[in-house]
C-alpha cells in the first residue's frame, strides 16, 4: 500500500475549508494508493480549527491530522510543518 500525503496550509477559512476538505476527499485514487490528509492552521482568528475537526471525523482518507500554529508564520512555514508530520511517499500542497 503506497501513500499520498496532502498538504493544506490554511489561514481564516472557517466558511470554506468543509467544503474543500471534501472536494479531496472525494478525489478518487489509483487502488493501492491511500490518502494522507495533513491541514496546518496558520494562526486562524476565527473558526477554522473547529470547521477542520468537524470536517474530518468521517472521512473516507487513511489520515486527516490538524496541525495548528498560535500565531501566523506564513504558507512557507505552514508547508514546512506539514512535512515533518508527512508519512507518504508522496505529497502535493493544495492552495486555497
Same mark, same amino acid.
Given at each position: /500500500? !503506497?501513500?499520498?500525503?496532502?498538504? /493544506?496550509?490554511?489561514?481564516?477559512?472557517?466558511?470554506?475549508?468543509?467544503?474543500?476538505? *471534501?472536494? =479531496?476527499?472525494?478525489?478518487?485514487?489509483?487502488?493501492?494508493?491511500?490518502?494522507?490528509?495533513?491541514?496546518? *492552521? *496558520?494562526?486562524?482568528?476565527?473558526?477554522?480549527?473547529?470547521?477542520?475537526?468537524?470536517? #474530518?471525523?468521517?472521512?473516507? =482518507?487513511?489520515? #486527516?491530522? /490538524?496541525?495548528? !500554529? =498560535? @500565531?501566523?508564520?506564513? @504558507?512557507?512555514?505552514? =508547508?514546512?510543518?506539514?512535512?515533518?508530520?508527512?508519512?507518504?511517499?508522496?505529497?502535493?500542497?493544495?492552495?486555497?
Amino acid at each position: /500500500m !503506497h501513500k499520498l500525503t496532502i498538504l /493544506m496550509p490554511v489561514f481564516n477559512e472557517e466558511k470554506t475549508i468543509a467544503k474543500i476538505i *471534501d472536494r =479531496v476527499n472525494a478525489v478518487k485514487l489509483p487502488k493501492g494508493i491511500v490518502k494522507e490528509l495533513i491541514i496546518i *492552521d *496558520d494562526g486562524s482568528a476565527d473558526n477554522t480549527s473547529s470547521e477542520i475537526e468537524s470536517a #474530518c471525523k468521517n472521512l473516507s =482518507v487513511d489520515t #486527516c491530522k /490538524m496541525l495548528k !500554529h =498560535v @500565531k501566523n508564520q506564513g @504558507k512557507g512555514k505552514a =508547508v514546512r510543518t506539514g512535512i515533518k508530520e508527512a508519512s507518504g511517499i508522496w505529497s502535493t500542497i493544495r492552495k486555497i
